[in-house]
């Protein structure tokens, strides 16, 4: 199928595209790498009358560290984060873990971190870890910029936090996570995760869940359970046990809400082994 006709403007800044959004209104899309947009268009799952490419904007282009900080420009590609330097990556190895798992080499080529995280996939890699790790999105609008935490950013099936005319312009991971892990179970590789669980020990213990709501879900009862202290093998299995016993996931033809739950305490259970390095 082709998409419905659309208006199409190319922008060189980001405040081109913040003016170019506040003329077309507030249906008009931002594309960048088009991964996640452009088949949406051409099902005609959605209609937008104009698009605004930000894709040649090379100041969003970015990884960097400042201080403990991570920063991840929003047209950084999903290739840039799999094919980073480890010292670059330094405390955050998970997300270089994670890279391999999105989607295909061609859509790993072309995709981009802003773009799937403002995209709000529920089952995204980016997304779950986003909120495992407890980072911030930079968005910039007509009233300048603001930061969002990813809590509050995903607030239901690919609906964020971004009000009209703003522009996702940064990922800002604050501080090294290297006891974190994500696990996820699809059909094929570069399908779709069923369940996704990603789970970060460092301070606070954070346990998501992807793939089981139309947001990533934080298991707060498994969460709990992981605070006494370092987990042993028996608190890792309560852990799972707790996720799975707190999501409520619908059924539908790639498995029944049953089955996701039993994967939920499967993948929350991986995590937490390769989390605490035992290799389990």
């Known amino acids: 199928m082709k998409p419905a006709a659309f208006e199409y403007h190319r922008v060189a800044t980001a405040e081109e595209a913040i003016d170019r959004l506040a003329e077309l209104g507030e249906d008009a899309k931002v594309l960048a790498g088009g991964q996640s947009l452009v088949p949406m268009m051409n099902f005609r799952i959605v209609r937008p009358p104009a698009l605004v490419d930000v894709s040649r904007v090379p100041d969003l282009a970015y ?11 929003a047209l950084a590609l999903h290739r840039d984060v799999e094919h980073a330097r480890d010292d670059l ?20 080529a072309r995709g981009t971190f802003g773009g799937s995280v403002a995209h709000g996939d529920p089952a995204s890699e980016w997304c779950l870890l986003a909120v495992a790790l407890g980072a911030e999105i930079v968005a910039r609008g007509p009233d300048g910029e603001r930061t969002v935490p990813a ?25 090294p996570r290297p006891r974190a892990a994500l696990e996820e179970f699809a059909r094929r590789h570069g399908d779709y995760a069923i369940v996704a669980a990603a789970v970060a020990l460092d301070g606070e213990p954070r346990v998501v869940i992807g793939g089981v709501d ?45 089955y996701r739950r039993k994967l939920t305490a499967v993948m929350v259970r991986r995590a937490l082994h390769r989390a605490v390095g035992d290799g389990a």
């Open 63 to 73: 990884l960097a560290r400042d201080g403990d900080a991570l920063r991840i420009g």
């Open 89 to 108: 990556l330094d405390g955050f190895g998970v997300l270089k873990h994670a890279a391999p798992l999105v989607g295909h080499m061609p859509i790993r």
């Open 151 to 175: 809590d509050e950013f995903f607030l239901g099936f690919f609906t964020t936090a971004l009000e009209p005319g703003e522009l996702l312009c940064e990922v800002r991971f604050p501080a």
């Open 214 to 258: 139309a947001v990533p879900v934080r298991a707060g009862a498994a969460e709990a359970v992981l605070a006494g202290g370092e987990p042993d093998a028996e608190a890792i299995e309560e852990a799972a046990q707790a996720a799975a016993g707190e999501v409520d996931p619908g059924s539908d033809v790639h498995g029944s809400a049953d």
